[in-house]
């Protein structure tokens, strides 16, 4: 009986699968134009970066917000979070959520918010514009590999 029970565990065990990490380099300012504009179209491009602040704003109230950094992610996509280290907390009675998360995962969930918040507006204006949909997919996918991924789904649903 005992034969039978360890072999449905390593049975089970081997359909576990382990995600890759997606690598992540910051970018440098002075090339901010050219990666948002690859990655979202020209349009959503320059509005980008105020509703990634309005974002964060209506994510974390309060929050006072520095240096922004820009990260590019490998194999496309690409985000704005807060700069430094340390934590925020991310709240809306409202809504039901209140997490406390790192800044870079704030920023990321700020960022996925501006990124849907674009699509909609697109949408509404018959100019849906395909790579905020791939943006989008790569965010998530990035955002389901990061340790505070069930804080971010949290705060997303």
Known sequence: MSKVKINCEAEHLRYIRR?????????????WDEVLVRELGLVSAFVFLGRVNGCMDWLSPGFTRG???MYELEGGGCFL???GAGKVRLRRH????DETVE?????LC???FATTELQLDAYD??????????QTARLTR???RQPEASALTRVLD
């Open 19 to 31: 995600l890759k990490p997606i690598g992540k380099w910051m970018v440098e300012p002075s090339r």
């Open 94 to 97: 409202d809504r039901g959520f």
């Open 142 to 144: 990035f955002m389901r």
């Open 103 to 107: 800044l870079q995962s704030a920023g």
């Open 81 to 83: 979070a807060p700069g």
């Open 67 to 69: 240096r922004w950094v």
């Open 125 to 134: 204006a018959c100019m849906l514009e395909p790579r905020l949909g791939r």
């Open 110 to 112: 700020a960022s996925m």
